[in-house]
């Protein structure tokens, strides 16, 4: 297997969990068919398709490459049909968004890089491109994301993001250290989840003094 | 006249068509002139600055042509000063947003192909052109979009994406096949709307037995 | 100080502000620290980033310029921690987005002009320039975006950038004359602010009849 198939079996993978959790979220909100796919593409492809139009690789991938959409649908439909099984899943299926979390981290901020896009501005669009797709999911089903609310989520997206730009300025961009990034991005959120950490919440005073 | 001013003219006819629809949404949520004229110009033209954005077709037709940014304001501005009227055309609207469905699915998916993106995401992009500014209406009326929610909408708009890929990929992408494409689009939201077919929501489960 | 580096300290301040009002939104509907210096980013940049998309000035110069990424965060940052002491400051939050809006609108619509956008689309970009993080900043907060629902905002904007494409038209978008017209979005809008002006609402009939 070359490095090239093997970054695209990985890109895959997390197009089809972040696709997956889309389309739960889009389960539990009593939408169709339809619409439980189309929820599912976005959370699986948004990020990408903004971090493609910022760095002017147009068409963006999901829509120049039918393996993408086609993951995408194909694992929505899935879910939709699947779900009340999968349900039993639930810890598989963050510890595998996890993964995805620090996979789209890596690959989002090292093309942003490539696209002579400056160090901070490369890591955000990392961070965005990893965090895109839920931000989506949530706008189409009228929540506020639940990654602006709960948890270390794009915290870790963007440590690794500013470790990917890190061994980029070093010239160390290579597949072992890269590999490493996403792992870090992936051990994070996962002990993030494990001991329930938060970033703070900023305190509103309640209202002060006897009779109010 | 000639074949491109039929073009401009059937496509300013589905602008002014999606944003009467928008503009009644903003009406019903009680939004002041300029919200109303802002949400008709989203319905009719955020499915094709997509479009454009990701084809980079840049800028945007909706941009660069006055014509269409001049027909959207004017028409969602009468509807705000006319709905009460507009109240009783309710069947008229949803039979000419049936025709605008099928029109920009199939002007999409033809500039998509035009601008060389092969033919599954080109197919996406049809069907994002279409129903993409009843999407932006809808998140910014803070709904869940209708066209996840309801009746067959975005698949009509796929299926006739997908004949439109078919005619381009066989060469056979003339007026007459177009025109028919559009209509089977048109055709299909009819009936649906008709005879209220549904896309399949899935079931959850019901807690079941006795005490709980 | 040079004419230039007087326009990156008044761009930086248009950030500054929109970042503190994207902040305090989030820090009201409880989001983590990273979600609220997330919504101040985008109310900070989430317009100017679009606007760079739609003039194809790839990367956008909020990705492109760190300065830009970082201001707004350490804005939104500092609301974060300093807010309840903001809370008095209110009224001058709302005369600095007052400026902000003015400037946003000017910027944008020169851009767009400078980027061979005509005259009509360049007028809507600049009013989507200065109106577009605070879409944003309602869209993540699951609101109506309140720019769409009270007084004069959008519309002190679009005054604004009609009057910057006429002056471009003369050949005198000079710094006075530019200055002048962000002077006029801002005065329009702390007269509305004063006065509580509002654009028309449309009336929704009442049920008439005895009973009724």
Redesign the interface.
């Known amino acids: 297997m070359t490095t090239s198939t093997a970054l695209l079996l990985a890109d895959l993978t997390g197009v089809a969990v972040f696709a997956a959790s889309g389309a739960s979220a889009?389960?539990?909100?009593?939408?169709?068919?339809?619409?439980?796919v189309?929820?599912g593409?976005v959370a699986a492809l948004g990020g990408g398709?903004f971090r493609d139009?910022?760095?002017?690789e147009?068409?963006?991938l999901?829509?120049?490459?039918?393996r993408y959409?086609?993951t995408a649908a194909v694992t929505a439909a899935a879910v939709?049909?699947l779900?009340?099984q999968l349900a039993r899943l639930r810890t598989t299926v963050l510890v595998l968004d996890a993964a995805g979390l620090g996979l789209f981290t890596v690959t989002g901020t090292l093309k942003?890089l490539d696209?002579?896009?400056?160090?901070?501005?490369?890591c955000?669009?990392g961070m965005l491109t990893a965090i895109g797709g839920g931000?989506g999911r949530d706008?189409?089903?009228?929540?506020?994301?639940v990654?602006?609310?709960?948890e270390i989520y794009?915290?870790a997206a963007l440590v690794g993001s500013v470790v990917v730009a890190m061994l980029h300025a070093l010239d160390r961009a290579e597949a072992g250290w890269l590999i490493a990034a996403a792992a870090l991005v992936f051990g994070i959120r996962l002990v993030a989840l494990r001991r329930r950490w938060?970033?703070?919440?900023?305190t509103?005073?309640p209202p002060r003094g006897p009779g109010l």
């Open positions: 889009a389960v539990a909100k009593r939408l169709d068919l339809f619409g439980v189309f929820v593409f398709i139009l910022v760095i002017d147009v068409p963006p999901a829509f120049a490459d039918w959409a086609a939709f049909w779900h009340p942003a696209a002579q896009v400056p160090a901070v501005g490369a955000v669009i931000l706008l189409l089903t009228a929540e506020i994301p990654v602006l609310r709960r794009a915290v938060s970033a703070p919440v900023a509103l005073r």
